[in-house]
C-alpha cells in the first residue's frame, strides 16, 4: 500500500500526529502551522523520491539499449573493453622493407 498510494499515507500519518497533538498535547495555532510545514516537506521529498525512480528506471533502459547497440547485451563481462578483434579503421598501407628502398 505504502508504494501504491505514498502521498495518501504520508496525509494519514499526518493526520494522525495532528489528531493527537490537538487532543490530547493541546497543540495551539503555531504547533499546527509547524506540523503542517513538515507534511509539505515530507510530500516534496515523497515526489522527488518518485522522480528519482523515474529517471533510474530510464537511465537503466537507456544502457540497455546502448549495450544492444553496441552489440555487448549477451556478453556483460566485456562491454566497456575495446574490441581488441575487430579490424581498425586505419587503412594506411604498410610499406615493407623492399618497397621503402629507393
Not at 16 to 23: A, E, H, K, N, W
Not at 24 to 29: A, M, P, R, S, T
Not at 32 to 50: C, E, K, N, T
Amino acid at each position: 500500500m505504502i508504494t501504491k498510494n505514498p502521498y495518501i499515507v504520508t496525509a494519514l500519518i499526518f493526520v494522525v500526529i495532528l489528531f493527537i497533538g490537538r487532543r490530547f498535547l493541546h497543540w495551539g495555532e503555531t504547533s499546527s502551522a509547524f506540523l503542517l510545514l513538515f507534511f509539505f516537506l515530507a510530500v516534496i521529498g515523497v515526489r522527488l523520491d518518485d522522480i528519482v525512480k523515474k529517471i533510474s528506471a530510464t537511465n537503466d533502459r537507456l544502457d540497455r539499449l546502448l549495450k544492444i547497440q553496441n552489440g555487448c547485451a549477451f556478453v556483460s563481462d566485456r562491454c566497456g573493453e575495446p574490441n581488441t578483434d575487430a579490424p581498425s579503421d586505419d587503412v594506411s598501407p604498410v610499406l615493407s622493407k623492399e618497397d621503402s628502398s629507393p
